[in-house]
């Protein structure tokens, strides 16, 4: 009976400590910004919106129907990935671009202070007909707390820049072209930090034609974030370890009582 005891006792102290020694975690939020950018790379008066959340849509003038959907998730290896869809208006200016910017600010590091690498990929949809469609992403981790958080709808999210940016990832379909997958590198990662990715989505008409209504153009861009575990065993083990010294010498100590 005693020996019963002593195991659901250790059984306890072993979950309470393992409760204790796992970093706290807070609810992940996100931030979409989406606007129209001329042919200068400046954004179109008007042509904006920035909501909260893990999907939006909207409409531009060249840019219609456009849908945005962000799924995301943490750990050893942290990762965001977002997906674009737009159709075309029938006048559309090709010299214009659609510009998508997410922000996460829900990540958790289990190895804080080890190194990471951040690698930034995207791929182009082929749902077009008579041009092209380009997509391309850039990823970059940003410190928290973020100076302007992503809670708010009145700016895009921003913060000191921890690690990137990446060079660009692009892709174009048909015919493809381009480093659809590109990386980096952080020599300490906090805790907690953020991630960032820029997208831009082009369409262009073949030489003497016109891009097919219906089409559609995006794609999808992903980023994920590897954190390194520590040389020397995680600080949850060692607190487990050393616990559970005095918990077992208590075992054979109350063994022995009941043999006496």
Do not use: W
């Not at 030489?207 to 995680?234: D, F, M, R």
């Amino acid at each position: 009976m005693v020996l019963r005891k002593v195991r659901c006792l250790t059984a306890c102290l072993i979950a309470a400590i393992v409760t204790l020694a796992v970093p706290g975690r807070t609810l992940a939020e996100s931030q979409i910004l989406i606007q129209e950018l001329d042919g200068s790379g400046n954004a179109v008066a008007g042509q904006l919106q920035i909501t909260t959340g893990t999907s939006a849509t909207f409409s531009t003038t060249n840019f219609t129907g456009i849908s945005v959907v962000t799924s995301s998730g943490s750990g050893a290896i942290g990762s965001l990935t977002t997906s674009v869809s737009s159709g075309l208006a029938s006048s559309l200016d090709s010299t214009h671009t659609l510009q998508v910017i997410v922000t996460n600010d829900g990540f958790i590091n289990p190895f804080p202070g080890q190194p990471g690498q951040i690698s930034n990929s995207a791929g182009a949809s082929s749902a077009i007909v008579g041009g092209t469609n380009t997509i391309t992403g850039v990823t970059q981790l940003l410190g928290l707390p973020l100076t302007i958080p992503v809670t708010q709808t009145g700016s895009v999210a921003s913060g000191t820049v921890i690690a990137g940016p990446t060079a660009v990832a692009t892709d174009t379909r048909p015919g493809g072209g381009g480093a659809n997958s590109t990386s980096g590198n952080s020599s300490s990662l906090p805790a907690a930090y953020a991630i960032q990715q820029v997208i831009t989505v082009r369409a262009t008409p073949n030489a003497g034609s016109e891009i097919a209504s219906g089409s559609t153009v995006g794609g999808t861009v992903g980023s994920t974030v590897l954190t390194n575990a520590a040389a020397v065993p995680a600080p949850a083990g060692l607190v487990l370890g050393l616990c559970a010294i005095p918990v077992l010498g208590l075992r054979r100590l109350l063994r022995r009582k009941t043999r006496d």
